[in-house]
């Protein structure tokens, strides 16, 4: 991180659109909650916040991959615990975890009725310490170079 307040210093955070009953029924979201997100991700972009974004099919068109030790198990949806599941997701750039929740309360209720949103940092690099060697960083620092076309 940069000492001297540099954009490196802002956190990445995941912010998870948790499901619903709807969300899991396949419920679409209406015109006027459509218009309202674009609005709201405009904003985002134009604060230069929002690094990506996607709703999610519900869980019944997914499935998980259960491992135990050697063991894998596909497991087909739906998924019990709907209030427990991912509807979707954005990934923001902010300057610490308050600008996040700013943020989100400034969000349309993204679902018919009661909803959730869920905040969480991503690691960085350096939050995995002696670890991360600088074999492992220059690996990862490929990595994101090649996903982000660089």
Request: charged share 30%.
């Amino acid at each position: 991180m940069m000492p001297d307040g540099g954009e490196d210093e802002r956190m990445r955070v995941m912010v998870l659109v948790k499901a619903t009953a709807d969300s899991e029924a396949g419920t679409m979201p209406s015109t006027e909650l459509l218009g309202a997100m674009g609005r709201y991700n405009e904003e985002l972009m134009k604060a230069g916040i929002l690094l990506s974004g996607e709703g999610l099919h519900p869980s019944s068109q997914g499935k998980r991959v259960a491992f135990d030790g050697p063991g894998r198990e596909v497991i087909d949806g739906p998924f019990a615990a709907t209030g427990e599941l991912v509807a979707g997701f954005w990934i923001w750039r902010v300057k610490d975890m308050e600008e996040a929740v700013a943020w989100a309360k400034r969000c349309p209720n993204p679902m018919p009725g009661p909803s959730e949103i869920e905040i969480r940092p991503i690691f960085e690099m350096e939050d995995f310490g002696a670890a991360m060697t600088p074999e492992l960083a220059e690996q990862e620092d490929r990595l994101r170079d090649r996903i982000s076309g660089g």
